[in-house]
Nanobody, 121 residues
Framework: VQLVESGGGLVQPGGSLRLSCAAS????????MSWVRQAPGKGPEWVSG????????DYADSVKGRFTISRDNAKNTLYLQMNSLKPEDTAVYYC???????????????WGQGTQVAVSS
């Protein structure tokens, strides 16, 4: 299993970024996927999840209405569109494969290496 994130960077408050996660080594279309972030000095925070078919999504209250998760199963790729970014969104963002034995978004069995997002003026 390999998950490779990209698309992070430095952006001003109010700006946008689109993160991508390229998946390989497993049947991507069969698994629910999540984005999780970790800010400096803090524990991991689940951000958003999407079911295997891409028709059901969920968001943390902190990003609801600003972030959009999506996936392209033909391209084995997960996305996170982030709009109206705030300084408190600064973190390393990870894509993660949801543990197929769990019904919780907080249980993931594989993670990528992460991509840094910094929101600052």
């Amino acid at each position: 299993v390999q998950l490779v994130e990209s698309g992070g960077g430095l952006v001003q408050p109010g700006g946008s970024l689109r993160l991508s996660c390229a998946a390989s080594g497993f049947s991507f279309r069969s698994y629910d996927m999540s984005w999780v972030r970790q800010a400096p000095g803090k524990g991991p925070e689940w951000v958003s999840g999407i079911n295997s078919g891409g028709y059901s999504t969920d968001y943390a209250d902190s990003v609801k209405g600003r972030f959009t998760i999506s996936r392209d199963n033909a391209k084995n790729t997960l996305y996170l569109q982030m709009n109206s970014l705030k300084p408190e969104d600064t973190a390393v963002y990870y894509c993660a494969r949801r543990d197929p034995l769990s019904t919780s978004w907080y249980k993931n069995d594989y993670w990528g290496q992460g991509t840094q997002v910094a929101v600052s003026s």
